[in-house]
């Protein structure tokens, strides 16, 4: 089965500093993997993804997210963090094949606090 | 712009009452979802749909179903309301590499 592992419930960074948010998964074969943001009141909205060939990939607003398949994680990344990426950030994974559908998978989701 | 609307942001309903809650997608997407939120628990699948007519189950589909009758529009039905069926919902049509989410109902059931 599918699973998706963020182990932090929390990340505080300063503003400038780099951050990262952890995210592993669990899924046989190659999988798809997303990063998702949510901000207060608002839906989900897409950052990024894997899909196939280079391991770095870039999102939207300056994230970044790597791919490592010997340690079956997909952490996101950004070099100097701001104020307004104070949000819920998901992790994602399908597996394209499954059944007809990609079903998605979502982590338990990790806040995000960037202080002044 | 692509969009996923879901009919209500807010709903207040009583134990035991029969609830829907209805999502379109304008995307021509195959697959549609059903995922609640909770705080510490993230976005817990309850059902999906690949086609019309045609659905799996998630990981928590316990006390609800679902109905595609068009391509378009896939509902959640709560066949009768419980306490611990307060939370928020979201609705999300996907293509094979990307999800698009609705903005969520959150219903309260007293």
């Known amino acids: 089965a599918q699973s998706v592992a963020q182990p932090e419930d929390q990340v505080n960074v300063a503003e400038g500093n780099p951050l990262t948010v952890k995210c592993t998964y669990s899924v046989s074969g190659n999988p798809y993997l997303f990063w998702y943001v949510q901000y207060p009141n608002r839906g989900l909205q897409f950052l990024l993804k894997y899909i196939t060939g280079d391991n770095l990939v870039k999102g939207s607003y300056g994230f970044e997210a790597e791919f490592n398949k010997s340690q079956t994680s997909f952490h996101l990344k950004k070099p100097s963090a701001l104020v307004s990426d104070s949000a819920l950030y998901f992790c994602?994974?399908?597996?394209?094949?499954?059944?007809?559908?990609?079903?998605?998978?979502f982590g338990s989701g990790t806040r995000l606090s960037i202080r002044p | 712009d692509v969009k996923v609307t879901q009919s209500s942001r807010y709903l207040v309903k009583r134990t035991g009452e029969k609830v829907f809650l209805e999502c379109v997608q304008d995307?021509?997407?195959?697959?549609m979802f059903w995922y609640r939120q909770d705080p510490g628990l993230g976005l817990r699948l309850i059902y999906f749909?690949?086609?019309?007519?045609?659905?799996e189950k998630g990981d928590i589909p316990e006390g609800y179903s679902v109905s595609r009758e068009k391509k378009e529009r896939f509902s959640l039905i709560l066949e009768s309301a419980s306490t611990n069926q307060t939370s928020m919902y979201l609705c999300a049509s996907s293509s094979v590499i990307e999800a698009f989410f609705g903005q969520g109902t959150r219903l309260t059931v007293v």
């Open positions: 995307m021509d997407h195959e697959n």
């Open positions: 994602a994974v399908s597996h394209p094949g499954y059944s007809s559908a990609s079903k998605i998978i």
């Open positions: 749909s690949y086609d019309v007519k045609m659905k």
